[in-house]
């Protein structure tokens, strides 16, 4: 993609002293025109200002294949600028937006029209997905074809929030994708396992709580039959959103065999469980349910061992009037772009079962690599280009939903405590974030406005 | 009211069993003057205490006059204007004697007549139970310190006290074999 | 100490359910008395507000609270509960609005009344809330056990019927534990609720699929209670046809007499409305032992109990 319009060029030259690229040694990284120029002991050059990166880790900016807009057509829960702004002050470079906003995006002008409002807000790369069928109804293929050719470049495709349940076409869809090298991400749940009514995951809680359950094996068996079928396209198919040991076990054995299959997994399957249930509270309803402590350890283990390649985070934001309902009325979804990092570092990282540079692959290259995006999650080396997040990995941190840049208000996470804190992102060297504060749209920090 | 919590070891004696005995006989001696006679008479004893004194007038009267009085209980907790000072507890049961209270003349028995907001709530029981003749009430103390127009026909013993003193009835039926009245508190 | 709200079985330990059940006897006279008004609750304002139609256990609240001298309203919200329509908070923020002190809730989903009880200032009294309880039924269902078999410690209680969409049976299982009973369930393994083999070994009651065994095969029941059944569950394809329910899980004049064989006293409960000839049989439902005209009589006795112990004192106060 171009560099970005907005902003003037010295804006984007910058000097990173002293940042623990990947978590390794200190290192200084200069910028120039949004390009990695040198990395090492560097001196400080007249023209450049200087960041302070003492003991903080830089990480190529995150990527997050599974983010809900809402625009067009809930303005009300989230706009592609107010998710952007929230994707920036989480450490996000580039979004992929899912298609179930309204109208659906299923055609070429839907998805350039995404893409156009996330160029306009200017803070993240924010790439379109499109509608797998018409009207995510389940029925037909959307145009995947123009939508692939259009500006937008479209290659992931899904109808999340609804899974592709017809076998045949899902092969059609995985068939027609080989084309242009596009991916099919499916939200795996058979919709006669786990119908409408199914608000939580049943088990015992559910059973307990009398809520209508989603059984883990609606999920397992779409991911075994989406396998069966990526192996006889020979074509792509994602997984989003695992949330099962089931899941991980098909994943596991499908990657043993070589199958294109590639699975993302959200912060909140892997840090909350079903007890959050027992209050009622719909902050925790979303879809898949979170799971109990057994599938929370096999999915913790998978992204660990790679059978699960990437964090997404299902950002879905809502109005607060959709989730002040009875919990089987309320929305499903949850808010996670400004959180993720932090929760999966502290679940992951800190106890020391990832690494720094395996969470950048887990959250940026992976992610770029399903994507299909090209100056996304790339290494940081001279010559890449400048899409970059600072974190102070001992911050500590309390989760304030108000102070959230999302519109909406359903953070799950609001009250706890989070260590690993963004301190600064970097979009083709423009500073989109930095403490806390975010850059105004289409425009960038200025270290000088910051000191 | 009598207090239900057993008195602290300062607390002083004020009345015997003997004591209480001698009252309860004069009591139940009263009544039978005023009524001229046992007939028609009911006791409500007013829980708790109130139910055993009323049992033991019954057998006053029995003895001097050879009849049955009928005795029944009658648990006011539902008609209280207090109960929003408290937490609440269970009511005791309500027990009307088998012939009603229609036309009889009702002697509400209890244990410490004092502010009269149990006497109130018991009058407004009654109503719903039926309609006396006439009702009387019979204590075993009056303590004074009245917060409404209420005034017992039959003491067994008048107590002034101070309102900073409680006054602390044990009957051997409720109170372990324990039989006195005590006060303590105020500043002796 | 009974608190603010009244929302799950569980809300109670054992001396709450002892208080309340002591109540409802003194209130179960007042019953019987000729004027039956306490002033006890005169100038509170109780509203039942039902999201989801049901006669018997609204106008049980509804002569509860004006035996009580409560200002009883009830608001018919059938049709406002669903994602669609107004939210719920804004629904009882509204009605809450009206100095209201008690709002006694039917709603067609769990935990309902947990989510308004952080929304309002009133008790809330949970009057069904979707399958997850309907704590009065349970306390109903004790207090008329309890007059038929006296202390429940050690009774073995056996319900049978539709547990997985029963909230009788969630708040009965929690209340007859709580009172020392011994309980077993059976249901087909289609009706049972997910997750029960967890559940029922950490709270410990027993599970099963077969009726007969446990009534007849090892230690016999001190009570039976049925649950209804809804005809609605066959399409779900939780059973074949009414036929084979009846079979293998009702209590049928068969069943009934093998139990009389042994017990002729033994109770017979069921919450109503029930299916005769489906999960219980008339010779059952009518039989000399059934208690089930004496839960609907305990049902007001009860809510009487419970409106007088949520509303009438100072909750907060120590005594």
Redesign the interface.
Same mark, same amino acid.
């Given at each position: 993609m171009s560099a970005r319009s907005g902003g003037e060029p010295t804006m984007t030259d910058v000097l990173i002293r002293g940042a623990r690229v990947l978590g390794e040694s200190g290192a200084d990284v200069l910028v120039r025109g949004g390009v990695i120029a040198e990395i090492g002991s560097l001196g400080t050059p007249s023209d450049v200002r200087t960041v302070d990166a003492d003991g903080l880790v830089l990480l190529p900016g995150l990527v997050d294949l599974h983010t809900h807009l809402r625009e067009p057509g809930r303005e009300d829960a989230e706009t592609v600028a107010t998710g952007s702004a929230a994707a920036a002050a989480g450490g996000f470079t580039s979004v992929l937006a899912m298609a179930n906003t309204s109208p659906v995006t299923d055609t070429a002008e839907a998805a350039e029209r995404v893409l156009d409002l996330g160029r306009a807000a200017g803070l993240v790369d924010v790439v379109p997905v499109g509608a797998v069928s018409k009207g995510l109804e389940g029925a037909e293929l959307a145009e995947i074809g123009l939508m692939a050719r259009s500006r937008a470049a479209v290659r992931v495709f899904s109808d999340d929030g609804r899974c592709v349940a017809d076998a045949r076409l899902m092969r059609r869809a995985l068939d027609y994708v080989k084309a242009f090298g596009g991916v099919i991400s499916q939200h795996s749940q058979d919709p006669r396992l786990a119908d409408g009514q199914a608000c939580c995951h049943e088990g015992e809680w559910s059973g307990r709580l009398g809520l209508p359950g989603w059984p883990g094996v609606a999920e397992d068996v779409i991911v075994a039959r989406d396998v069966m079928l990526a192996r006889h396209t020979g074509s792509r198919v994602h997984v989003a959103h695992v949330s099962t040991a089931g899941s991980v076990e098909v994943l596991r054995w499908a990657k043993s065999r070589g199958i294109a299959v590639t699975a993302e997994v959200t912060p909140h399957h892997l840090a909350l469980g079903t007890d959050l249930l027992a209050g009622y509270d719909p902050v925790f309803k979303v879809n898949p349910p979170l799971r109990p402590s057994e599938d929370q350890e096999a999915i913790r283990e998978a992204l660990l061992d790679g059978t699960i390649d990437a964090v997404a985070t299902d950002h879905a934001p809502h109005a607060r009037h959709d989730k002040e309902h009875a919990f089987p009325d309320a929305a499903f979804g949850m808010l996670g772009l400004e959180t993720a990092l932090g929760v999966v570092a502290d679940l992951l990282v800190r106890p020391g079962l990832l690494s720094w540079a395996d969470l950048a692959d887990r959250m940026s290259s992976a992610p770029a690599r399903i994507a299909g995006l090209t100056d996304q999650g790339r290494p940081i080396a001279v010559g890449e280009p400048a899409n970059l997040v600072m974190v102070d990995p001992d911050a500590s941190w309390t989760v304030e939903r108000d102070a959230s840049r999302s519109r909406s208000r359903n953070n799950p996470w609001h009250g706890r405590t989070v260590h690993s804190k963004v301190e600064a992102t970097f979009l083709r060297g423009a500073l989109t974030a930095y403490r806390g504060r975010v850059a105004p749209a289409g425009g960038a920090l200025t270290l000088e406005e910051l000191s | 009211m009598g207090s239900a919590t057993p008195p602290p070891p300062a607390a002083r004696v004020v009345m015997s069993s003997g004591d209480i005995s001698r009252a309860l006989r004069r009591v139940a001696h009263e009544i039978l003057e005023r009524n001229k006679g046992p007939a028609g008479l009911v006791l409500l004893g007013i829980p708790s205490r109130g139910v055993p004194l009323a049992r033991r007038l019954a057998a006053v009267l029995h003895d001097v006059e050879g009849v049955d009085i009928p005795v029944g209980t009658l648990d006011v907790t539902m008609f209280r204007d207090d109960l929003r000072r408290q937490p609440t507890r269970a009511p005791g049961r309500t027990v009307v004697p088998a012939g009603g209270i229609d036309d009889k003349v009702v002697v509400l028995v209890d244990d410490v007549l004092y502010s009269g907001r149990t006497i109130r709530a018991a009058l407004e029981a009654i109503n719903d139970l039926g309609r006396p003749r006439a009702v009387r009430l019979a204590v075993l103390v009056d303590r004074g310190h009245r917060e409404l127009p209420i005034r017992a026909d039959h003491v067994g013993k008048n107590l002034p006290t101070s309102s900073a003193e409680r006054v602390h009835v044990a009957l051997a039926e409720s109170d372990g074999g324990v039989e006195d009245v005590r006060i303590s508190g105020g500043d002796r | 100490? +009974?608190g603010k709200h009244l929302l799950s079985s569980a809300d109670l330990d054992r001396e709450d359910i002892?208080? +309340?059940l002591?109540?409802a006897?003194?209130m179960h006279?007042?019953q019987r008395?000729e004027?039956k008004?306490?002033?006890?609750l005169r100038g509170r304002t109780v509203i039942n507000l039902f999201f989801e139609d049901s006669t018997r256990t609204r106008s049980s609240f509804e002569i509860a609270g004006k035996w009580?001298s409560a200002d009883t309203i009830n608001i018919s919200a059938k049709g406002s509960?669903?994602?669609k329509g107004e939210?719920?908070?804004?629904t009882v923020k509204t009605i809450a609005a009206m100095s209201v002190d008690a709002l006694v809730i039917r709603?067609n989903?769990?935990?309902?009344c947990?989510?308004v009880s952080q929304w309002v200032d009133a008790s809330v009294i949970n009057a069904g809330?979707?399958?997850?309880?309907h704590p009065t039924q349970a306390l109903l269902d004790a207090y008329t056990l309890r007059h038929r078999l006296g202390d429940l410690t050690g009774k073995h209680v056996v319900i049978v019927g539709d547990l997985?969409?029963s909230?009788v049976f969630?708040s009965n299982v929690i209340t007859l534990a709580t009172l020392g009973a011994r309980v077993t369930v059976v249901a087909p393994p289609t009706l049972m609720?997910?997750? +029960?083999g967890?559940?029922s070994a950490r709270d410990g009651f027993a599970t099963s699929w077969d009726l007969d065994e446990i009534l007849y095969a090892g230690d016999p029941p001190d009570a039976v209670m049925m649950l209804r059944v809804q005809k609605e569950r066959m399409s779900g394809g939780f059973f074949p046809t009414a036929r084979e329910y009846t079979v293998g899980y009702g209590l049928t004049s068969e069943r009934l007499e093998r139990l009389y064989a042994v017990n002729p006293q033994i109770p017979i409960l069921h919450p109503g409305p029930m299916n005769r000839g489906l999960e219980i049989a008339a010779e059952a439902a009518d039989a000399g032992s059934s208690a089930i005209l004496d839960q609907v009589s305990a049902g007001v006795a009860v809510r009487m109990a419970v409106l007088?112990?949520l509303l009438?004192?100072?909750?907060g106060?120590?005594?």
């Amino acid at each position: 993609m171009s560099a970005r319009s907005g902003g003037e060029p010295t804006m984007t030259d910058v000097l990173i002293r002293g940042a623990r690229v990947l978590g390794e040694s200190g290192a200084d990284v200069l910028v120039r025109g949004g390009v990695i120029a040198e990395i090492g002991s560097l001196g400080t050059p007249s023209d450049v200002r200087t960041v302070d990166a003492d003991g903080l880790v830089l990480l190529p900016g995150l990527v997050d294949l599974h983010t809900h807009l809402r625009e067009p057509g809930r303005e009300d829960a989230e706009t592609v600028a107010t998710g952007s702004a929230a994707a920036a002050a989480g450490g996000f470079t580039s979004v992929l937006a899912m298609a179930n906003t309204s109208p659906v995006t299923d055609t070429a002008e839907a998805a350039e029209r995404v893409l156009d409002l996330g160029r306009a807000a200017g803070l993240v790369d924010v790439v379109p997905v499109g509608a797998v069928s018409k009207g995510l109804e389940g029925a037909e293929l959307a145009e995947i074809g123009l939508m692939a050719r259009s500006r937008a470049a479209v290659r992931v495709f899904s109808d999340d929030g609804r899974c592709v349940a017809d076998a045949r076409l899902m092969r059609r869809a995985l068939d027609y994708v080989k084309a242009f090298g596009g991916v099919i991400s499916q939200h795996s749940q058979d919709p006669r396992l786990a119908d409408g009514q199914a608000c939580c995951h049943e088990g015992e809680w559910s059973g307990r709580l009398g809520l209508p359950g989603w059984p883990g094996v609606a999920e397992d068996v779409i991911v075994a039959r989406d396998v069966m079928l990526a192996r006889h396209t020979g074509s792509r198919v994602h997984v989003a959103h695992v949330s099962t040991a089931g899941s991980v076990e098909v994943l596991r054995w499908a990657k043993s065999r070589g199958i294109a299959v590639t699975a993302e997994v959200t912060p909140h399957h892997l840090a909350l469980g079903t007890d959050l249930l027992a209050g009622y509270d719909p902050v925790f309803k979303v879809n898949p349910p979170l799971r109990p402590s057994e599938d929370q350890e096999a999915i913790r283990e998978a992204l660990l061992d790679g059978t699960i390649d990437a964090v997404a985070t299902d950002h879905a934001p809502h109005a607060r009037h959709d989730k002040e309902h009875a919990f089987p009325d309320a929305a499903f979804g949850m808010l996670g772009l400004e959180t993720a990092l932090g929760v999966v570092a502290d679940l992951l990282v800190r106890p020391g079962l990832l690494s720094w540079a395996d969470l950048a692959d887990r959250m940026s290259s992976a992610p770029a690599r399903i994507a299909g995006l090209t100056d996304q999650g790339r290494p940081i080396a001279v010559g890449e280009p400048a899409n970059l997040v600072m974190v102070d990995p001992d911050a500590s941190w309390t989760v304030e939903r108000d102070a959230s840049r999302s519109r909406s208000r359903n953070n799950p996470w609001h009250g706890r405590t989070v260590h690993s804190k963004v301190e600064a992102t970097f979009l083709r060297g423009a500073l989109t974030a930095y403490r806390g504060r975010v850059a105004p749209a289409g425009g960038a920090l200025t270290l000088e406005e910051l000191s | 009211m009598g207090s239900a919590t057993p008195p602290p070891p300062a607390a002083r004696v004020v009345m015997s069993s003997g004591d209480i005995s001698r009252a309860l006989r004069r009591v139940a001696h009263e009544i039978l003057e005023r009524n001229k006679g046992p007939a028609g008479l009911v006791l409500l004893g007013i829980p708790s205490r109130g139910v055993p004194l009323a049992r033991r007038l019954a057998a006053v009267l029995h003895d001097v006059e050879g009849v049955d009085i009928p005795v029944g209980t009658l648990d006011v907790t539902m008609f209280r204007d207090d109960l929003r000072r408290q937490p609440t507890r269970a009511p005791g049961r309500t027990v009307v004697p088998a012939g009603g209270i229609d036309d009889k003349v009702v002697v509400l028995v209890d244990d410490v007549l004092y502010s009269g907001r149990t006497i109130r709530a018991a009058l407004e029981a009654i109503n719903d139970l039926g309609r006396p003749r006439a009702v009387r009430l019979a204590v075993l103390v009056d303590r004074g310190h009245r917060e409404l127009p209420i005034r017992a026909d039959h003491v067994g013993k008048n107590l002034p006290t101070s309102s900073a003193e409680r006054v602390h009835v044990a009957l051997a039926e409720s109170d372990g074999g324990v039989e006195d009245v005590r006060i303590s508190g105020g500043d002796r | 100490m +009974i608190g603010k709200h009244l929302l799950s079985s569980a809300d109670l330990d054992r001396e709450d359910i002892e208080t +309340i059940l002591t109540t409802a006897a003194s209130m179960h006279d007042v019953q019987r008395r000729e004027v039956k008004k306490l002033p006890t609750l005169r100038g509170r304002t109780v509203i039942n507000l039902f999201f989801e139609d049901s006669t018997r256990t609204r106008s049980s609240f509804e002569i509860a609270g004006k035996w009580m001298s409560a200002d009883t309203i009830n608001i018919s919200a059938k049709g406002s509960s669903t994602s669609k329509g107004e939210s719920l908070r804004d629904t009882v923020k509204t009605i809450a609005a009206m100095s209201v002190d008690a709002l006694v809730i039917r709603h067609n989903a769990s935990g309902a009344c947990r989510q308004v009880s952080q929304w309002v200032d009133a008790s809330v009294i949970n009057a069904g809330d979707g399958t997850h309880e309907h704590p009065t039924q349970a306390l109903l269902d004790a207090y008329t056990l309890r007059h038929r078999l006296g202390d429940l410690t050690g009774k073995h209680v056996v319900i049978v019927g539709d547990l997985a969409h029963s909230r009788v049976f969630r708040s009965n299982v929690i209340t007859l534990a709580t009172l020392g009973a011994r309980v077993t369930v059976v249901a087909p393994p289609t009706l049972m609720p997910s997750g +029960i083999g967890a559940w029922s070994a950490r709270d410990g009651f027993a599970t099963s699929w077969d009726l007969d065994e446990i009534l007849y095969a090892g230690d016999p029941p001190d009570a039976v209670m049925m649950l209804r059944v809804q005809k609605e569950r066959m399409s779900g394809g939780f059973f074949p046809t009414a036929r084979e329910y009846t079979v293998g899980y009702g209590l049928t004049s068969e069943r009934l007499e093998r139990l009389y064989a042994v017990n002729p006293q033994i109770p017979i409960l069921h919450p109503g409305p029930m299916n005769r000839g489906l999960e219980i049989a008339a010779e059952a439902a009518d039989a000399g032992s059934s208690a089930i005209l004496d839960q609907v009589s305990a049902g007001v006795a009860v809510r009487m109990a419970v409106l007088y112990h949520l509303l009438a004192g100072d909750q907060g106060a120590q005594s």
